[in-house]
């Protein structure tokens, strides 16, 4: 179980606690999307398996896809 869990502000939060979907409209540049906090036995509480795929010259479409721990 996460015991702290805080998004950058450009997540949008109301479909994560709906669906548990981070939707996002990333900022210019490098930011962090999330930091979270274990206090018990530390298992990292998913993985991430992302995809980038060039659609032209100026556009890019990445898909990041997580897989929870034990499932």
Same mark, same amino acid.
């Given at each position: 179980?996460?015991?702290?869990?805080?998004?950058?502000?450009?997540?949008?939060?109301?479909?994560?606690? #709906?669906?548990?979907?981070? #939707? !996002? !409209?990333?900022?210019?540049? $490098? !930011?962090?999307?999330?930091?979270?906090?274990?206090?018990?036995?530390?298992?990292?509480?998913?993985?991430?398996?992302?995809?980038?795929? $060039?659609?032209?010259?100026?556009?890019?479409?990445?898909?990041?896809? $997580?897989?929870?721990?034990?499932?």
């Amino acid at each position: 179980m996460l015991d702290d869990c805080n998004f950058h502000e450009c997540v949008r939060l109301d479909e994560f606690e #709906s669906s548990r979907t981070l #939707s !996002f !409209f990333p900022p210019d540049g $490098e !930011f962090i999307l999330l930091n979270y906090r274990i206090t018990g036995e530390f298992r990292a509480p998913f993985r991430i398996f992302p995809t980038v795929e $060039e659609m032209s010259p100026y556009k890019v479409r990445a898909c990041v896809n $997580e897989r929870r721990a034990g499932v």
